[in-house]
């Protein structure tokens, strides 16, 4: 014998809807099909209620695409300032030079706050410069430093205080975010920020790594 496959009435399709209130979330399609009382008349599709969800996903596709052109535009002038960087470099005519033109770069064309390098060995001509130390590679100051530089990706964010302290001497306070270039076999850059939102971790790196590559290409041209 064939049973009759129950059916569900007014009521219980009710019941069910105020158990499920997001229902329609889940299918949306269904609105396309059910109508709604309103005060002008006696019923009005759903057809308004798709177009609010219609609306709504607009303007998050909108928000989306500013915010993608947004970060275009600001990663077509980090390239062009980068490639700017490059050829300021290869242009210098000796490594003091080069040292102070990265250094005036970064404080002028990249906004650091205060610009710092640290490098293994001393520089001809860069002897008496606030912004520069020379500390050898085997000193213990430069121990907190040590995986960074043997795996050679940049740092971003609130340094440790001993880097920082190392970094930055008497001014470290200053600095609220930094972000730090490990140059192996020549030493750190470091561009710190009074502002502690300006670096962060997890930001993206690959006009740092191309800046720190950029240096050590243009020093190796003269020995170092």
């Known amino acids: 014998m064939n049973e009759t496959p129950e059916k569900l009435g007014a009521h219980e399709v009710a019941a069910f809807l105020r158990r499920h ?3 329609l979330q889940q299918f ?3 609105a396309l099909s059910l109508v709604v009382p309103r005060e002008e008349g006696p019923a009005a599709s759903l057809a ?3 177009l609010e969800v219609l609306r709504d996903k607009n303007r998050e596709l909108s928000r989306r695409l500013h915010e993608l052109f947004a970060n275009a535009q600001e990663n077509e ?3 062009v300032r980068t490639h700017q960087l490059t050829l300021a470099l290869m242009r210098q005519r000796d490594a003091a030079d080069t040292v102070r033109a990265m250094a005036a770069s970064l404080a002028e064309d990249f906004n650091g706050d205060l610009v710092r390098l640290v490098l293994f060995r001393p520089v001809a001509g860069l002897e008496d410069v606030d912004w520069l130390q020379v500390v050898p590679a085997d000193d213990p100051r ?3 430093f040590r995986d960074c530089l043997a795996d050679g990706e940049p740092l971003c964010g609130r340094l440790q205080p001993e880097k920082h302290a190392l970094l930055y001497g008497a001014r470290a306070e200053e600095v609220q975010s930094t972000a730090l270039l490990p140059l192996p076999e020549l030493g750190l850059v470091a561009i710190g920020s009074r502002d502690p ?3 962060y971790p997890g930001m993206g790196t690959l006009f740092l790594r191309m800046m720190g590559e950029a240096l050590a290409a243009a020093l190796a041209r003269y020995g170092r």
């Open 77 to 79: 002038r980090l390239a």
């Open 142 to 144: 430069l121990r907190p």
């Open 197 to 199: 939102n300006r670096f």
């Open 28 to 30: 949306p399609d269904l």
């Open 21 to 23: 209130p997001r229902f």
């Open 48 to 50: 308004s209620y798709q």
